[in-house]
């Protein structure tokens, strides 16, 4: 084990343009002898959705207090409001509007005759409040959905069904390798001028189980067409099935750069994939859906196994190609307000280009047969070496729910059957697992039904030895339990208002809602199915509603627990262990590997490798030449609208208190955010604060229990959250620090909104030890996995907490600190209980009054005025403390560098320094330069040459920290050597007024990115 401590160096002013040497570095790095490795994804709602797709460097990171929050306990999901289990119904892409196109702009049948194409039918989707068209090309058989409506953030996506025979990672490289380079547009990588110089809104790839899908989205319409010509080019004539160098650099490849060295493994799949099978939790989801589908295509895994991609030859990848990515095969989705006639017409250029083909014959994906007789299986994890290995076993059972798909009803009745068990903290499943003290957190997460056949999985984690037959005894007791008593009716009524409040909301985030709608149909249209059906989901919710009153719940859920789960013979039983020798012993048999390539290999073999290596290398670092550049259609600086984005705002006084209204159309929902200035709090408090707010939402009142609590929050509103929130102010070494409540209901619910949230904040009692401690444990492990899965970003916020307060302040709520901290209140939450309840008690005294309150209400006009006499009654009752006095914090960690060893396979390396203490000061080019670095040189040198799955920077200008992040890197030093050289890449940088004109255009739509009614009145 060796650990990398790194010297440190104050950096000049920049006006002298020395190379920007930072004063620290923080590592997260490899131990040889090591446990798991690391991953983007958490294990969450499901352990069997498996998308893979390319990371996109973000110039203008999330807030770390992203990462803080804990979210509603109505609606406990990944994102902030948005409905778990429930993806059959979940409205993510439905228009808040009427459609205000004219017919002409459907198309006509005789535009789409002559350019190829039938009409097969067409359909007014009024939860869509769009037009949908299915049209099917002649030639090749290939089938368009066409969504017409008034949506500007136009999307286009093609989906090819693509199901893997191994697992050597074919589809998810292919992926990859088809973005580099086309017919006619021949550069190394058009993917990244387009994410240089575009306005989109969305630009990405992913590869599933069985199918590939490539979206794109924009609100500007020439930049949308750019794209989907991009786009349709690629997959249809990359460069890759030509190229092996693209094969090898995206895949993988020998590296050898001298004869005299060890031969290693390199390639970016191979490297996200070695972070991926490094979190227990990814191996568990693997493990499992390979032990559910034994004998179809969801047995192996698309994305690859890293002992297997080496085996993946380049003619069978070019036969992949070949084979799937054919119009025949293809699902084309146009959705928005632009033209329906100008789709076709770019399609049809494209897809006359080729005649019918088997392919999506081929491509059928198998069904499952139904076991007979359960299955159990025990699998090793890499786990760290100290700690108590016994407790660290992981159980999850999975049941197969059918051998074919289900119908809409059927589907419909059971997501809300998961959100009954698993959807919220109150849920009796979920809740009963997390009391039971038998583990940390839960795995699984309930029905996954993006797949041919629709599963159900839970189980925990942090499980002691012992224990593993209990949690499994447990499981099948309670759903035993509810099967023959039922839910109670307002846990029922609760998850019933859940639902309809997220379809009318329709609140997709920053994921565009037209892609949220495509991925919906889909689900359906992948397998031969009625791809209108998912979108329609009105009948069949009225219709589960009515049976529901009229039936009872019982009566409606109890056979689908006893038919699905319970009498259902096909469950799979997964057993995690913990290994601190596997990640030991998966390397020594990859260097064995190796050692025997090399060793069959003759003096004219090793030096031929080393010559494709310097070769490949070469290519990488060779710049495009310009006529290739140009190739690539882009946006002029006339194409952008000269005036930034107007959100409206009031500013006014409601009994002393500042309020915020804007005026915007949300369809007739209230969102509002209730601000706390937390700058009085004791320093020795902070790390409590994300516990604080968690026990605010989940603990009980006096008269109400927080199982009662949280099913009257389901019922009136659509959804609470609290949480910290910290920042910077530019010029200004004072942070600003916040608690917000956060929370949304119908305008007619306004009243009961504002009630419950005074509730929460004033009324919640915090006695109840046991729950406490849950939450402890849970906030550990979810550390835990983050620090694992998102390294980057805890080395990030390790740098900012060196060098600026408000980072300070972020990490002792959410970075390493923050995890020290909760093994130690562990311990002490048994050992001094009403010492840390006092301390709640104190946090809330200090924090929650009317001086430094700040309210924000987004919502229309009209439901703004009527709102005001609620948020009088809020305010009148907070406590009004007379003096609000800062505290004196002692906000920096000493600023030295670090290297934090975790159980890894892959690095994440950082770096940064604060350039306003340099006395730098900011310019609007700042924008431009760091994006520019971010997909230039770092995606080139740290990505592309390096083989990490993610290089990137970024410039946070309120506290003047610049940082460079690696992700899945395999390396450390050569990393650290890239970015010391930033400087004299940008001294010698020539740009022309095309490539500036990109940096800029692209700059422009992150900073006036797409946002939803209720993101632009918190933004604003």
Same mark, same amino acid.
Do not use: C, F, Y
């Given at each position: 084990m060796t650990t990398f401590t790194l010297s440190i160096t104050t950096p000049p002013p920049l006006h002298q343009q020395p190379p920007p040497t930072m004063n620290r570095n923080v590592l997260l790095r490899t131990i040889s002898a090591c446990t798991s490795r690391a991953s983007l994804r958490t294990f969450n709602r499901s352990i069997h959705r498996q998308r893979h797709h390319r990371l996109i460097p973000n110039v203008h990171r999330s807030p770390l207090s992203h990462h803080l929050r804990q979210l509603s306990t109505a609606l406990p999901s990944r994102v902030n409001f948005n409905t778990r289990g429930l993806s059959v119904i979940n409205p993510r892409a439905i228009a808040t509007s009427s459609p205000q196109f004219s017919q002409d702009a459907v198309g006509s049948n005789d535009v789409a005759e002559k350019l190829g194409f039938e009409k097969v039918s067409e359909q007014f989707i009024e939860e869509c409040k769009s037009t949908a068209v299915l049209y099917k090309h002649k030639k090749t058989g290939c089938e368009v959905m066409s969504v017409l409506n008034d949506d500007e953030n136009k999307v286009f996506g093609v989906v090819f069904r693509t199901p893997p025979k191994d697992s050597t990672g074919i589809p998810h490289i292919l992926e990859h390798s088809v973005l580099c380079g086309s017919r006619k547009y021949p550069l190394k990588e058009p993917f990244v001028e387009l994410l240089k110089g575009s306005l989109h809104t969305f630009l990405n790839a992913f590869t599933y189980p069985d199918r590939t899908c490539y979206p794109v989205a924009s609100t500007n319409t020439k930049d949308f067409y750019n794209l989907v010509d991009v786009y349709l080019d690629a997959v249809f004539f990359p460069k890759c099935v030509e190229d092996i160098q693209t094969f090898q650099q995206e895949g993988w490849h020998y590296e050898l750069n001298d004869p005299s060295e060890d031969i290693t493994y390199k390639g970016v799949v191979f490297n996200e994939m070695k972070g991926v099978y490094s979190q227990p939790d990814n191996i568990l989801g693997r493990t499992s859906q390979q032990a559910v589908f034994p004998d179809n295509a969801y047995g192996v895994d698309s994305g690859g196994d890293p002992q297997v991609i080496p085996k993946l030859t380049f003619e069978e990848f070019k036969d992949f190609h070949r084979k799937y990515y054919h119009p025949s095969n293809a699902r084309i989705w146009f959705y928005g307000d632009d033209d329906s006639n100008e789709r076709l017409r770019i399609l049809s250029e494209y897809l006359d280009m080729f005649e019918a083909s088997p392919a999506r014959h081929e491509s059928k994906i198998e069904t499952q047969k139904l076991f007979s007789k359960p299955v159990r299986v025990v699998e090793k994890y890499p786990a760290a070496e100290g700690g108590d290995l016994k407790k660290n076993h992981m159980v999850c059972l999975n049941w197969l729910l059918s051998d074919k798909p289900l119908d809409l009803e059927t589907e419909l009745a059971l997501g809300f059957l998961d959100h009954l068990l698993l959807g919220t903290p109150a849920s009796p499943l979920r809740k009963i697992l997390l009391e039971s003290g038998l583990g940390d957190a839960i795995v699984g997460g309930g029905i996954e039904d993006e797949l041919l056949q629709p599963q159900f999985s839970i189980g925990l984690k942090g499980v002691s030895e012992e224990n593993i037959?209990?949690?499994?005894?447990?499981?099948?007791?309670?759903?035993e339990n509810l099967a023959n008593e039922g839910f109670n009716m307002e846990a029922v009524e609760a998850s019933m208002n859940t639902i309809e409040f997220s379809l009318r909301e329709n609140n997709t985030g920053s994921f565009p809602r037209g892609l949220a709608l495509m991925l919906r149909a889909v689900g359906k249209w992948i397998y031969d199915m009625d791809p209108f059906e998912p979108l329609k989901y009105q009948e069949p919710l009225a219709a589960l509603k009515a049976r529901i009153e009229k039936e009872g719940s019982k009566a409606v859920f109890a056979p689908l627990i006893e038919k699905y789960i319970l009498n259902n013979s096909h469950l799979?039983?997964?057993?995690?262990?913990?290994?601190?020798?596997?990640?030991?012993?998966?390397?020594a048999v990859e260097k064995e590997i190796l050692e025997k390539v090399k060793g069959s290999m003759t003096e004219e073999d090793l030096a031929e490798l080393t010559r494709m290596t310097h070769e490949l290398k070469l290519k990488q670092e060779t710049p495009d030449p310009p006529e290739a550049l140009k190739a690539v259609p882009s946006l002029s600086l006339q194409d952008i609208p000269k005036k930034p984005i107007q959100i409206p705002i009031e500013v006014g006084d409601i009994n002393g208190v500042k309020v915020l209204q804007h005026d915007l159309f949300t369809n007739d929902v209230l969102y509002t955010e209730v601000v706390f200035d937390m700058s009085s709090l004791k320093q020795e408090l902070l790390p409590l604060v994300p516990l604080f707010c968690q026990s605010l939402l989940e603990m009980g009142t006096k008269d109400l229990d927080f199982v009662q609590l949280n099913q009257l929050i389901g019922r009136k509103t659509g959804g609470i959250s609290v949480f910290p929130l910290t920042s910077s102010k530019r010029g200004s070494e004072a942070p600003i620090t916040h608690i917000i409540a956060r929370g949304k209901a119908m305008s007619a619910r306004t009243e009961d909104l504002f009630n419950l949230v005074n509730c929460i904040l004033q009324d919640v009692q915090f006695t109840d030890q046991k729950r406490f401690k849950q939450f402890v444990s849970q906030?550990?492990?979810?550390?835990?996995?983050?620090?694992?899965?998102?390294?980057?970003? +805890?080395?990030?916020a390790r740098m900012d907490a060196k060098l600026n307060s408000a980072g300070w302040i972020a990490e002792q709520m959410g970075g390493i600190s923050y995890l020290e901290f909760l093994k130690e209140l562990e311990v002490k939450v048994e050992q001094d209980w009403s010492g840390i309840s006092s301390s709640l008690e104190e946090i809330r005294r200090t924090l929650l009054n009317k001086k430094g309150c700040l309210v924000?209400?987004?919502a229309d006009g009209k439901n703004l005025k009527n709102s005001e006499k609620y948020v009088g009654k809020f305010l009148d009752l907070l406590p009004s403390n007379s003096l609000v006095t800062p505290a004196s914090w002692n906000a920096r960690i000493p600023s030295t560098n670090e290297a934090i060893v975790i159980p890894t396979q892959v690095n994440y390396v950082g770096k940064a320094a604060n350039l306003y203490e340099t006395g730098y000061q900011l310019k609007g080019s700042a924008y +431009?330069?760091?994006?520019?670095?971010?997909?230039?040189?770092?995606w080139d040198r740290v990505r592309v040459s390096g083989g990490a799955y993610g290089g990137f920077c970024d410039f946070d200008t309120h506290s003047g920290v610049f940082s460079f992040l690696s992700y899945r890197d395999p390396n450390l030093l050569k990393t650290l050597d890239i970015y010391d050289g930033t400087s004299d890449f940008l001294r010698q940088l020539e740009m022309d007024d095309d490539t500036l004109t990109k940096a800029i255009i692209g700059t422009i739509g992150d900073v006036d990115s797409y946002q939803l009614p209720d993101a632009k009145g918190y933004s604003r």
């Open positions: 037959q209990k949690v499994e005894a447990l499981i099948m007791s309670t759903l799979v039983t997964i057993e995690m262990q913990p290994d601190p020798e596997k990640a030991s012993q998966d390397e906030s550990k492990a979810r550390m835990e996995n983050r620090l694992r899965g998102s390294g980057h970003g +805890v080395a990030a924000n209400l987004t +431009v330069i760091s994006k520019h670095i971010s997909n230039t040189w770092l």
